[in-house]
């Protein structure tokens, strides 16, 4: 202790006492206005739960556009939660104020996959949202007799539980720039923003088409051709097994025409199958007509790689597979199937349905390959008129429901790809058969049962 009776000796003691004080304060006081300024942003979170963007998307459209519709709100300084519609519980609706919904349709009318429990479990009911603002983006194809099924279903329901439409459903038919415009400017005037970013798709990219082999000479189905395609200037993009093409035909390059991609990178070319499409009045489809009989090998095709995040491996790369298809399905199923060879996985169980073996085993000498190194532990091929009686791959299916029981046990993922008329509605009611319509909808919901069908 220091004694002094200066009175300059002591002002400083006191100067240096109140300086030390209010450097051991600072930390104190800043740490303070954090937390209260955390506690107040908390407290307005909940007494306003903000805005959700919410999608149900089969292919990755909606989910592409709720994306962007997230960015932009972010952009505006909203920041808005986003989700899978079926994440939404009815507490979020009711406490939630505005709900942005970015759905399409699938089946006949249908929710998306993922969507099939929303719809089951809350749009079956009646639930009092008079809080609730909303607008709906409905995204459909119009050469469907239930355009935008869903998205007017969940608008009309939205509607009789009291919620309020912010603006007039949107309703975009295959893509349309301008509905999605549309859209887009009704964001920016809820959103008060001019400088929405730009949401133009990627341009389409030169690729050579580098080798193209029928695979079925002799069937009695439409032929199905084995494409390989290379970028034409610069490395191979990347892409997952699952992905998708766009093709623009030289002939109608304003729609282009989806495939599934039926390789990996690590074989180093994009590889498709396509099944020549013919009219009834003897015409080719616009696009397989040039991809498989105008096209000479070397041309140039306008081609762009599209994500289908649903139909991806992504939580499911761990998982046992059941993959199960016919046609031209085989496509996507080959990409899994090679995805799962690369990384060593051989709890693989293919469930094929084609026509006869003799002309439409495609891919037999790599299936019997994976086979016997132990990458494909169980095959089934039904070949529907090799037999007196009309045999399909669900009807398979249903004959193996407990084998079907123990695979999901063990925690298996099922992967449909193929064609939506015959197969997809048959194998839907065979695995319903097996597993329950709710343990279905439980494993759609999990993204363990996922279905690219066409
Ligand atoms: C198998 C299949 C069935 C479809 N069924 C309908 C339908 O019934 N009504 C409709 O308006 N659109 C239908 N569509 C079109 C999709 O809704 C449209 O392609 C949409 O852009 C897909 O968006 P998504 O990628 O978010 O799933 C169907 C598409 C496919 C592939």
């Known amino acids: 202790m ?14 240096m006492s109140v300086g030390y004080a209010l450097v051991c304060l600072a930390p104190y006081l800043r740490t303070r206005r954090k937390r209260q300024a955390a506690a107040r942003a908390k407290a307005e979170a909940a007494a306003s739960p903000g805005w959700i963007v919410t999608y149900a998307s089969q292919t990755g459209n909606a ?29 979020d609706l ?23 429990g929303f719809a089951g479990r809350l749009m079956t009911t009646s639930l009092p949202l008079p809080k609730l603002h909303y607008a709906v983006l409905a995204l459909g194809d119009s050469a469907y007799a239930q355009f935008c099924g869903f998205g007017r279903a969940l608008d009309q329901w939205l509607q009789a539980q009291g ?7 949107v309703e975009v038919n295959r893509s349309s720039e301008q509905a999605i415009g549309q859209w887009r400017q009704q964001l920016s005037h809820l959103a008060g923003t001019s ?3 730009d949401w133009s798709a990627p341009a389409f990219d030169a690729w050579r088409l580098s080798e193209r082999v029928q695979l079925n000479a002799g069937s009695a189905g439409a032929p199905v051709y084995h494409l390989e395609l290379e970028p034409l ?12 093409v766009q093709v623009a035909a030289p002939a109608d390059p304003s729609r282009a025409r989806e495939y599934s991609i039926a390789s990996i990178p690590a074989d180093g070319r994009v590889h498709l199958l396509v099944r020549l499409h013919t009219h009834d009045d003897g015409s080719h489809g616009v696009a397989s007509g040039w991809l498989t009989q105008q096209a000479s090998l070397g041309e140039t095709v306008q081609l762009r790689l599209r994500q289908h995040r649903r139909f991806r491996l992504e939580g499911n790369v761990e998982r046992p597979l059941i993959l199960i298809g016919n046609g031209s399905g085989i496509a996507g199923l080959r990409g899994h199937l090679k995805a799962r060879v690369l990384a060593g996985q051989g709890r693989n169980w293919l469930l094929f349905g084609e026509r006869n073996a003799a002309y439409d085993y495609h891919y037999r000498a790599e299936l019997d390959g994976w086979q016997r190194d132990g990458m494909l532990e169980k095959l089934d091929m039904v ?13 398979r299916l249903a004959e193996q429901a407990e084998a079907v029981r123990e695979w999901i046990a063990e925690g298996a993922a099922i992967y449909i790809c193929g064609s939506l008329e015959g197969m997809a509605a048959g194998v839907d009611a065979a695995l319903e058969a097996a597993l329950g ?9 999990a993204g363990r049962y996922r279905r690219d069908v066409y």
């Open 437 to 445: 319509r709710d343990g279905l909808d439980a494993l759609a919901v």
């Open 63 to 91: 989910d592409e556009l709720a994306q962007q519709t997230a960015a932009t709100l972010k952009l505006a300084g909203i920041p808005a939660r986003l989700c899978e519609l079926s994440e939404l519980e009815a507490q």
């Open 383 to 395: 070949f529907s008129r090799d037999q007196t009686e009309r045999r399909y791959v669900q009807d």
């Open 94 to 116: 009711q406490e939630a104020e505005r709900i942005l919904f970015l759905v399409s349709t699938y089946g006949e009318g249908d929710a998306p996959d993922a969507a099939a």
């Open 163 to 169: 919620a309020q439409s912010l603006f007039p459903r």
């Open 233 to 244: 200037n610069g490395a191979l993009p990347a892409w997952q097994s699952g992905d998708l």
């Open 195 to 197: 400088d929405a970013p």
């Open 2 to 15: 220091i004694w002094t009776n200066d009175p300059s000796r002591l002002m400083m003691v006191a100067g």
